[in-house]
């Protein structure tokens, strides 16, 4: 039984911090008074105070409080207490840095296996696979382990972005990077563009919002998912 | 004493592999007849013969051989008796992965410090900074340091990129994830353009090629360095 909506993005252009999702939110959090945010992945740096002030702003349209995981003494009690949780996009090196040093990796799986409602959102979102391998941030701290919470059975590469025909940048597109990570790796890949999302509800898992998704499988050509396609069987 | 060529790219936008920059090499390749290409990074997850083949074609407009380290047996020996080394781009997770596996990354340091002739493109130029931590690449394998060659006392992050001002991507700037990085570390880094390079000979680094590059430091807002610039005292 989980309850999750793993999100490419927090924002889309031109519109505010999570603007896109509220009427999604509304519903996922309906039973939420008060939602406990992870704000380890600090996206440009920013504190935990200031991030987590800047995400209030936000559920505060939806009559949401937030609390952030760093005022807490005990994370762990706070991660098994939450009515709902939220993690924050920034860089994922960091995020599972962290997650490992306070030691909630394996707290956070078993309460979010156990239902209580997840909104992750890019670095947020790469923590639901089975490892963080398909992040496109730089590795600006050495994480103990690329292993994630694997509350979905293969791994998300956030912001996917398609090729762009007419640039003459040298370096490789995202398709190529997820191909090379199929020369060593088994684990599928789901390219989820900026305004998709999925949503894990009980044991079934749904592609949601209005683009489509690209999956890659070793030794497969990548498909294009169409959204309302049910991804509950891939593994 | 050092002599190394540490360029952003192997290849420029219309052009063919290593062409833009065969003049130089010609001249810091002069006294080599054979060059030990070290094939590790796997571009697009090509094995190492092909790897190899491919650099040697073009290798052999300006008469020089190539022979690909995982071709020998005592890969230690043969980095050791080199006239000449060319590390190749792909993937620096991979390529570092490697080093350390074959435990050739100290004897590398050493031959590149005693005056080797070096070239190396994208994942082989990163791995000359002191650590990884600057690479664009996807982290497809776990490596057991993100510690690297540290035969310039900085990093580079190769196949820099400035920001599009008409981008509707979310995801980090190039320049968002170099100050990340600097929210953790101190280590200068350098943003260097496809179709610039370092030429470090004797005590003395020199930026070479058409393009400015773009210095980052903890706490300094960017700069823009001219080709031409002196960056020896750069630590």
């Not at 003494?73 to 490992?100: C, H, M, R, W």
Request: aromatic residues 10%; proline residues 6%.
């Amino acid at each position: 039984m989980k309850n999750l909506l793993i999100a490419s993005t927090s924002t889309v252009h031109g519109e505010s911090y999570l603007d896109y999702l509220l009427p999604a939110l509304r519903l996922h959090f309906e039973k939420c008074k008060t939602i406990l945010f992870i704000p380890y992945a600090r996206p440009g740096g920013i504190s935990h105070q200031e991030y987590t002030d800047y995400v209030a702003k936000s559920f505060k349209k939806i009559d949401k409080e937030i609390k952030g995981l760093h005022e807490f003494d005990n994370p762990i009690e706070a991660i098994k207490n939450a009515e709902g949780i939220f993690t924050g996009g920034g860089n994922t090196f960091l995020l599972v840095s962290q997650l490992y040093s306070h030691t909630i990796m394996t707290t956070l799986t078993e309460v979010l296996k156990s239902g209580t409602p997840y909104l992750g959102t890019s670095a947020g979102s790469n923590i639901c696979g089975l490892s963080m391998q398909n992040t496109n941030d730089m590795p600006i701290v050495y994480p103990p382990s690329f292993k994630t919470l694997g509350v979905i059975p293969f791994n998300i590469n956030a912001h996917y972005l398609d090729p762009d025909p007419s640039s003459k940048h040298m370096g490789e597109t995202r398709e190529t990077r997820i191909n090379e990570f199929h020369e060593f790796n088994s684990i599928p890949v789901l390219g989820l563009r900026e305004g998709s999302w999925l949503e894990v509800r009980n044991y079934k898992t749904t592609l949601r919002g209005a683009l489509s998704a690209r999956l890659f499988k070793k030794g497969e050509k990548p498909k294009e998912l169409a959204t309302g396609t049910d991804l509950t069987d891939l593994k």
